[in-house]
């Protein structure tokens, strides 16, 4: 009984983390108006085939956030809600799916670990809030990667077409790339690669990833070809016209960014990528696609944040299977809890940093900082100290806590600096300022059409 009432109470609690005021900030960014958008063209037009962007043919993504979006429209929902709201329940759903999957394979304890530690981290938790092809994308391809783990394990081919379909529906996310990342499954398991040509595989994957494809061809001709696989699938790799090039150490913090708070769990050598978990085949395949992702996307010339999300429910299981293993794990998880001491200081410095593309815009201020870990520190040693059975489950629900507080505190602040909608409200602009892409992209999203550049008035000085 009190196990029921536990899980009730964590799916309330992850309900309100995951579902509650996600019009709460117009939309961010430059992608997320755009995608909207499309969406809404496409509900509003009946064309579910080729995207518009602002009247225009638009091939940059696949359909699918653009469909989940317009379905959000049809329902009637707002401009704020309609995009939100799809990729919302669709990541609520795939931790339903998440921890069903793993107790199949390792266990409860595993399974809530793992699942909690991924609804409470920075980087799943930021995208599931916004309406970009990242969410999507991880969902659909660590749940073939989840599907495909018994027949690496034990050879077991039953699941593998609904692995080849999610895989299909990830390719309808964003193209090729969630097929470059299951190279690692297809190459742990070379010998059997028969199974995957198999009639049930081949129809799910082709059912779910080809009609759209085959369609938008026969529509648009070349054009979308070019666009979509030459500019933006090749293109994004090796090209620095997508202006997104970076070092190819960005990933290094951005990683442990999406991993907060749950980062220094992975710097533990009994925990996650050990030589003890590598024995079993489930856990090597998870630290390959792990691995081989994180190569591929620190290889490639543009580089965001979001591209890594695919990789964190593999590096979760990794970790939590571990945590199981490790003698010490009650020290390791006094760590996670220290780190949320910075969330107060985060929470002023989130919304500038993401308004002007910069962390020196944060400003976040090291002394108060300090005083916030130091007091952090404090309760995680009580915690060990007091209840070290419960220590996974106080850091769980402190991370929770701490982040339902951080959406309530900052989400204002999104929308008073990063987002074109208080403007749009307050003087519906005929046109577009000489200000941020994302301003102006947001803009055009609640005007409903693309607003013309502003007039610079004579005698004016264009810098």
């Known amino acids: 009984m009190t196990s029921a009432l536990a899980r009730?109470?964590?799916i309330v609690f992850f309900a309100a983390l995951y579902l509650a005021d996600l019009s709460g900030m117009g939309m961010v960014g430059p992608d997320e108006p755009r995608y909207a958008d499309v969406?809404?063209?496409?509900?509003?037009?009946?064309?579910?085939?080729?995207?518009?962007?602002?009247?225009?043919?638009?091939?940059?993504?696949?359909?699918?956030l653009y469909w989940m979006t317009g379905a959000g429209f049809k329902l009637g929902l707002g401009p704020d809600l309609a995009p939100r709201l799809p990729v919302a329940l669709l990541s609520a759903?795939?931790?339903?799916?998440?921890?069903?999957?793993l107790r199949i394979e390792w266990g409860d304890r595993t399974a809530s670990c793992a699942t909690a530690m991924l609804a409470t981290s920075a980087g799943w938790l930021t995208y599931s809030h916004v309406a970009v092809t990242d969410l999507p994308l991880g969902a659909f391809f660590s749940a073939a990667v989840l599907l495909a783990l018994p027949w690496i394990a034990r050879g077991e081919a039953r699941t593998l077409p609904f692995a080849a379909a999610c895989l299909g529906l990830a390719t309808l996310a964003k193209g090729l790339v969630p097929i470059v990342l299951f190279l690692p499954v297809f190459g742990l398991g070379w010998r059997r690669l028969r199974d995957w040509i198999r009639p049930g595989p081949l129809v799910a994957f082709s059912v779910c990833a080809l009609p759209w494809y085959v369609l938008c061809t026969m529509r648009n001709g070349g054009e979308f070809l070019r666009v979509f696989f030459v500019e933006q699938q090749f293109g994004r790799f090796s090209t620095a016209a997508l202006q997104h090039v970076q070092p190819w150490w960005f990933y290094v913090p951005v990683l442990l960014g999406l991993l907060f708070p749950w980062c220094p769990l992975i710097a533990f050598p009994s925990?996650?990528?050990?030589?003890?978990?590598?024995?079993?085949?489930?856990?090597r395949v998870l630290a390959s696609v792990v691995v081989f992702g994180f190569v591929f996307f620190s290889a490639a010339v543009n580089k965001l944040p979001g591209y890594l999300i695919p990789l964190l429910p593999a590096a979760f299981v990794l970790v939590a299977a571990g945590l199981g293993r490790a003698k010490h794990a009650g020290l390791a998880l006094m760590f996670p809890v220290i780190l949320l001491g910075l969330l107060p200081a985060i929470s002023g410095a989130a919304p500038r940093i993401l308004a002007f593309h910069g962390l020196r815009a944060g400003n976040i201020p090291l002394a108060g900082a300090a005083y916030l870990l130091l007091g952090a520190a404090v309760i995680a040693f009580l915690i060990v100290r007091y209840a070290p059975g419960r220590a996974f489950l106080g850091a769980a629900l402190l991370s929770a806590a701490g982040f339902l507080w951080f959406q309530s505190a900052t989400f204002p602040q999104f929308d008073a600096i990063a987002s074109a909608r208080p403007r749009w409200v307050r003087n519906h602009p005929e046109c577009a300022p000489d200000t941020s892409?994302?301003?102006q992209y947001?803009?055009?999203?609640?005007?409903?059409?693309?607003?013309?550049?502003?007039?610079?008035?004579a005698g004016s000085v264009v810098h």
Not at 42 to 63: R, V, Y
Not at 93 to 101: I, K, S, V
């Open 271 to 283: 925990i996650g990528f050990s030589k003890e978990a590598l024995r079993d085949p489930r856990h």
């Open 39 to 64: 969406g809404r063209a496409m509900a509003q037009s009946g064309d579910w085939i080729t995207p518009h962007l602002w009247g225009q043919p638009w091939f940059e993504k696949p359909a699918l």
């Open 437 to 439: 892409r994302d301003l």
């Open 93 to 101: 759903g795939f931790l339903a799916f998440f921890w069903w999957r």
């Open 8 to 10: 009730i109470a964590a």
């Open 442 to 457: 947001g803009l055009s999203y609640y005007a409903g059409r693309l607003l013309p550049a502003c007039a610079v008035p």
